[in-house]
T-cell receptor, first 113, second 113 residues
Framework: NAGVTQTPKFQVLKTGQSMTLQCAQD?????MYWYRQDPGMGLRLIYY???????DKGEVPNGYNVSRLNKREFSLRLESAAPSQTSVYFC????????????FGPGTRLTVL | AQSVTQPDIHITVSEGASLELRCNYS??????LFWYVQSPGQGLQLLLK??????LVQGIKGFEAEFKRSQSSFNLRKPSVHWSDAAEYFC???????????FGQGTELSVKP
């Protein structure tokens, strides 16, 4: 099992460009999450999907959109990137919504110039 | 509102010395508590978790943590630190109805030879 995979690993964008971060899990988990990690701030939840077909905003959703493509895949889109979105992005999954134990991907390091 | 505080941003210990990383949480009901470790350039790995029952929980890599309700704390301990333990450690709290985790700011651990 690969667990949670993310692509790409690194990305550099110019202000105003768009991109989609991809996440997939092969653990048959129902819930998936997107976080951003910034120095001194821990991880902050951007969006989550409690189950296939549902998505909800987390703590810092502005400037992002998500799609739960199917049970395995949960993508994060930046429509018009801003320097404030320079961060490391982590995708995570959990077996069911009621189980908080989350499994994390390796992260995507994004720089917006 | 739920919150997690890790008072120590950075700790340095000598190899072989004992370690305690502090975590204080704010939550109205019985929380679900977690410790994750992040090695440089990697995703987060679960060290241990507390849901209920015995307040002293054992985790991987020789770590343990103790839940103290009266102090709203969930401190992480290891009796003898190894150089490979150098990493960033995150405490997190989750609601017992499931779903979202709130992370602390993280504590970076350095190990001196």
């Amino acid at each position: 099992n690969a667990g949670v995979t993310q692509t790409p690993k690194f990305q550099v964008l110019k202000t105003g460009q768009s991109m989609t971060l991809q996440c997939a899990q092969d653990m048959n988990h129902n819930s998936m999450y997107w976080y951003r990690q910034d120095p001194g701030m821990g991880l902050r939840l951007i969006y989550y999907s409690a189950s296939e077909g549902t998505t909800d905003k987390g703590e810092v959703p502005n400037g992002y959109n998500v799609s739960r493509l199917n049970k395995r895949e949960f993508s994060l889109r930046l429509e018009s990137a801003a320097p404030s979105q320079t961060s490391v992005y982590f995708c995570a999954s959990s077996e069911v919504w009621q189980h908080n134990e989350q499994f994390f991907g390796p992260g995507t390091r994004l720089t917006v110039l | 509102a739920q919150s997690v505080t890790q008072p120590d941003i950075h700790i340095t210990v000598s190899e072989g010395a004992s370690l305690e990383l502090r975590c204080n949480y704010s939550y109205g009901a019985t929380p679900y508590l977690f410790w994750y470790v992040q090695s440089p350039g990697q995703g987060l790995q679960l060290l241990l978790k507390y849901f209920s029952g015995d307040t002293l929980v054992q985790g991987i890599k020789g770590f343990e943590a103790e839940f103290k309700r009266s102090q709203s704390s969930f401190n992480l301990r290891k009796p003898s630190v190894h150089w490979s333990d150098a990493a960033e450690y995150f405490c997190a709290v989750g609601a017992n109805q499931g779903g979202k985790l709130i992370f602390g700011q993280g504590t970076e651990l350095s190990v001196k030879p």
